[in-house]
């Protein structure tokens, strides 16, 4: 079967660095991805993985564990405009297809 | 240019209307998709077009009928849609399937179905 997981909510103050977890089993597998989405937006790309490790990009980061079927998303220094849905995504090369998780409302407050 | 744009933004229909969504892209990219959006959901794939030709229909009701004119335009036709069908969708590309890397999405319409 295919089941990708995150938690529901999360919340954070201002400054501080929130973890967003994923873990996923899906058939196929070839690549991670994590997307942002603000309420009533298009998600937009922030990051993919496809061998284990942590890919930096300025304040977010994501890591990757094949083996563990875990991705997890780190910001930093967190702002009022990150509060948003993140959604992890992973590349089913059997279905040929993203397969998105629930996401992650992630509120930030002052 | 690096933006997909969707129109018309808001769509309210009744259950007896027909209508269409617009989805353009001028990237070159070659794979096209639409996804179906509920409140506080993730999105979930509906359709992908790749080189024009229907590659993946996710078993999508007939009153959904997906048109790739060419290979910067993808339409969803509506027909007789019911109100459980309102929500956003999401058109997105890249540049071929299998999926090399990321998808671009549009801001997406707010479909109300009556």
């Known amino acids: 079967g295919q089941n990708i997981d995150q938690p529901t909510e999360m919340t954070a103050t201002e400054g501080a660095i929130v973890q967003i977890n994923c873990t996923y089993q899906?058939?196929?597998?070839?690549?991670l991805f994590w997307y942002q989405q603000h309420a009533g937006e298009a998600p937009t790309f922030l990051s993919y993985?496809?061998?284990?490790g942590l890919e930096e990009k300025g304040r977010f980061s994501s890591f990757l564990s094949r083996s563990k079927g875990y991705s997890y998303l780190l910001l930093k220094e967190l702002q009022m405009k990150d509060s948003a849905s993140y959604l992890c995504?992973?590349?089913?090369?059997?279905?040929?297809?993203?397969?998105f998780g629930t996401g992650t409302r992630l509120q930030v407050f002052p | 240019d690096t933006e997909v744009t969707q129109t018309p933004k808001h769509l309210v229909m009744g259950m007896t209307n027909k209508k269409s969504l617009k989805c353009e892209q001028h990237?070159?990219?070659?794979?096209m998709y639409w996804y179906k959006q509920k409140a506080k959901k993730p999105p979930e794939l509906m359709f992908v077009?790749?080189?024009?030709?229907?590659?993946i229909n996710e078993s999508v009701p007939s009153r959904f009928s997906p048109e790739c004119p060419n290979s910067s335009l993808l339409n969803l036709h509506l027909h007789a849609l019911q109100p459980e069908d309102s929500a956003l969708y999401l058109c997105?590309?890249?540049?071929?399937?299998?999926?090399?890397?990321?998808?671009?999405f549009g801001p997406g319409t707010r479909l109300t179905v009556l």
């Open positions: 993985n496809v061998l284990d």
């Open positions: 899906t058939s196929g597998f070839n690549g």
């Open positions: 990237m070159g990219h070659r794979a």
């Open positions: 077009y790749s080189y024009e030709k229907l590659s």
């Open positions: 995504a992973v590349r089913d090369d059997e279905a040929d297809k993203l397969i």
């Open positions: 997105a590309s890249s540049q071929e399937v299998p999926l090399p890397n990321e998808q671009f």
